[in-house]
């Protein structure tokens, strides 16, 4: 009888309250994931020694990355020296098929935030690996998708396309739900469903449609870029010197399209997603300042 | 309402208190033990070497290569490893490389090295001496045209050479034979001179009255004697000079003649078959395995063609400073890449002294692993290698590492759940591998299946996870 009278109580007070997601309690971090900064310190730390010791099973070396070398990396994510945001969209789009080389991260010369992230030492411990051993090395460290590290996949919360010893070291640290391509951290998922970020959603999708996008959600196209290329490059192995006339005219215009959309999804987003989200976000951490 | 919000300060506590952590318990098990030491190499085939074809003076100029083997043709003694202009390029086993053409009348090892080579294959070449005779050549002729090739006989400049040198000693032969005429000459035009003086001096049938004018005539024919005397021995003297002088000549001939005949000789003795520098490789190791080609059909065939190993699959591969004193030739090796389904086996054959080497870092140590026989390709894959560096030789008690504990006292100890209730137990570890440990127990049973801790569990403290 108690419960019955508790809950009724609750649902009144829920339905006085306004905004549904205010009634909801906001969540614990607001890293990446919804971490804190101390849990995502630790879960890096051991993530990082988790992919040390596959990889030493594996009979390979990789020094274990500190939380600051993996912060660089998912720091150099769409960033480039002398470049703002807007400018690197509207020259590089995302910067996945526009600046795709082919080579392994570690070999990359300019833009690499997947080298970044792996730290020089295990740069170097790849460049003097046998041409045989590089290829099982990265094979055994990413598994398909080459370059898909811990730090790009932090970045941009998305460790669906993960494999190899960082995705079995991701997947003993982080939560199976967060490793699904669905999966958005608590307080994106607070914001998305505001029925003001729901509006804005709908708009998104009728704008893109109009410019010949089919896409619902800003966190769509990227992943879309990266699959599509994947399936140019096998996976991203083929060099671009390598690739043949087919698919290097397929390479041009997937380029081409990636700086089209990401400038569109940009746009989009600055006009649409910051203002509201940014009012949403207001609300649900007014309280409690970080 | 409000009564349902208030709560004591106990049971706050109690709400807030953090729950009673339970022990992770895992069975105690009884296995074998390994310490192994884990790297990567790849697998390569071993002895390396280009092959290269040297151009013969015997031809004007390289042929045309016109077919090439593919890699991996297993090249076997005898064979032809490619052809230029319809000609073989046959390959022999031998350490020393073909350098020069190799001809009749010719010695030294590399002619040695074809004898053994030819007797390998069963073209009896005679005695193994090192000297390109006849023999030789009819062997070299057998293997040829066994093989479907015409054997390379004598050029055309070696003919003319022949053909010269027969001609100038003919010449010779006119030139003695003309120098003793001279010299015979000489002997009789002496012996006339010496008749003739002998016929006027020493005559003792002319007559008294006869005598005055005898002895006139004597007188006259000593002056005449004297005359032809001193004419005689004038004669004599020009015909030994020219006897002289012909015998030098004759000398001077004969010696050429003598110089011209070795000549002849030689060229008669090269004019057989012939195993031109270009057509014969010779490798120290057979069979072996293209690895390699480098030539192109239409371009001349000299200069490296292709490079050859032999069939032993060999892994090179790295360990770390301290990792390497641990590794000795001849210990086993598991030979494994998950991602492609390969396994084999194999054995430590070298562990170099000094890092660095080999082409590795100056952090590691290079060392090499002898692939045992195997059906699977493993030529060019990244392999992981697993060397076992000690081994508990047996079925031991074994606890997870974490299981184990230090005690003030320093002994190392295990928490065993027994009746319901956790108590340490002394243990005497052993070797470690694998995340467990070898243990003995001190002072208690410890039995395969029992429990021990190995950790506590906290369900609200995320980190501990």
Redesign the interface.
């Known amino acids: 009888m ?1 419960n019955m ?2 809950a009724v ?1 609750t649902a009144v007070v829920m339905l006085l309250l306004p905004g549904s997601a205010s009634a909801q309690a906001p969540p614990e971090g607001t890293e990446e994931f919804g971490l804190t900064r101390a ?1 995502l310190v ?1 879960s890096v730390e051991k993530v990082e020694a988790l992919i040390s010791k596959c990889m ?6 990789y020094v274990a990355a500190d939380y600051n070398t993996v912060r660089k990396g998912m720091a150099a994510d769409k960033n480039l020296p002398g470049l703002s945001e807007e400018e690197f969209i509207a020259k590089y789009g995302f910067g996945v098929s526009t600046l795709y080389t082919g080579q392994p991260p570690q070999l990359a010369e300019g833009y690499s935030p997947a080298k970044v992230g792996l730290g020089e030492r295990n740069v170097q411990i790849y460049k ?3 041409p ?2 590089q ?3 990265n ?2 460290l990413f598994g398909g998708n080459i370059g898909e590290t811990f730090a790009v996949g932090l970045e941009t919360e998305n460790f669906s396309r993960i494999g190899g010893c960082t995705r079995k070291a991701i997947e003993q640290v982080f939560e199976p739900e967060q490793l699904k391509v669905t999966y958005y951290n608590p307080k994106d998922a607070l914001v998305n469903k505001d029925p003001r970020m729901k509006a804005a959603l709908r708009y998104y999708a009728r704008e893109m449609r109009k410019a010949g996008y089919e896409y619902n959600h800003p966190d769509e196209v990227e992943p879309d870029i990266r699959e599509r290329l994947a399936a140019i490059t096998n996976g991203g192995t083929i060099p671009v010197e390598k690739m043949s006339p087919e698919q290097r005219a397929a390479l041009k215009k997937l380029q081409d399209y990636e700086r089209r959309v990401a400038a569109k999804n940009f746009q989009l987003q600055k006009e649409v997603f910051e203002p509201v989200e940014e009012r949403i976000l207001e609300e649900l951490f007014a309280r409690k300042p970080k | ?1 409000a009564s ?1 919000r208030i709560e004591s300060p106990a049971d706050v506590a109690a709400r807030a208190a953090p729950p009673t952590p339970s022990p992770i318990l895992v069975p105690v098990e009884e296995r074998v033990l390994n310490s192994n030491i ?5 697998a390569r085939f071993g002895l390396p070497q280009p092959i290269s074809i040297v151009p013969s003076a015997l031809k004007a100029k390289a042929g045309l290569i016109t077919t090439l083997p593919l890699r991996n043709t297993q090249l076997r003694e005898g064979g032809v490893i490619l052809t230029a202009s319809g000609r073989p390029v046959f390959v022999l086993q031998g350490t020393i490389p073909a350098y020069r053409d190799l001809v009749p009348g010719m010695s030294g090892d590399d002619v040695r090295q074809l004898e053994q080579g030819l007797n390998r294959l069963r073209f009896d070449p005679g005695p193994v001496d090192g000297t390109y005779d006849e023999r030789t050549s009819a062997a070299v002729t057998q293997w040829y045209t066994s093989a479907g090739f015409e054997p390379f006989g004598p050029t055309p400049d070696q003919l003319a050479a022949a053909a010269a040198a027969a001609a100038a000693r003919r010449a010779v032969d006119a030139a003695r034979a003309r120098a003793e005429h001279a010299n015979k000459a000489a002997a009789a035009e002496i012996q006339a001179m010496i008749a003739e003086r002998a016929l006027i001096v020493l005559d003792p049938r002319q007559p008294e009255t006869a005598r005055a004018a005898a002895e006139a005539k004597l007188e006259l024919a000593r002056a005449a004697a004297r005359k032809a005397q001193l004419e005689g021995e004038l004669e004599v003297q020009a015909a030994l000079d020219a006897q002289e002088a012909a015998l030098r000549n004759a000398k001077l001939a004969a010696d050429r003649v003598d110089r011209l005949a070795a000549d002849v000789d030689i060229a008669k003795r090269t004019l057989g078959v012939q195993v031109p520098a270009d057509e014969i490789v010779f490798i120290p190791t057979l069979p072996a395995r293209v690895q390699e080609v480098t030539a192109l059909v239409g371009h001349e065939a000299r200069g490296p063609v292709m490079s050859v190993t032999d069939n032993q699959l060999v892994i ?1 591969s790295a360990l ?1 400073l301290d990792a390497a004193p641990l590794v000795k030739p001849g210990m086993p090796v598991a030979i494994d ?3 492609l389904g390969i396994k084999a086996t194999g054995v430590v054959t070298r562990v170099a002294d000094t890092p660095g080497t080999h082409g ?2 100056g952090y590691h140590i290079y060392f090499e692993v002898r692939v045992d026989k195997t059906p699977t390709r493993l030529e ?3 392999l ?3 060397i076992p560096i000690k081994s508990t030789k047996g079925v031991v008690t074994v606890v997870p590492l974490s299981a184990l504990s230090l005690a003030a006292d320093g002994t190392s100890r295990v928490q065993v759940a027994r009746d319901g209730a956790l108590e340490y137990i002394v243990v005497k570890p052993g070797l470690s591998a694998d995340g467990f440990v070898e243990v003995t127990p001190v002072n208690g049973p410890l039995a395969p299946g029992q429990l021990v801790v190995v950790g506590y569990k906290n369900p609200e403290n ?2 501990l996870q």
């Open positions: 108690r009278i508790q109580v849990q630790q030493r099973e594996q009979g390979f070396e003097n690996l046998s045989a051993d290829v099982a090395y094979r055994a | 309402m349902l884990v790297t990567r190499g790849t090179d770390p890449e998950q991602a590795v870092d060019g894959f990244s992981r290698l697993t995320r980190d």
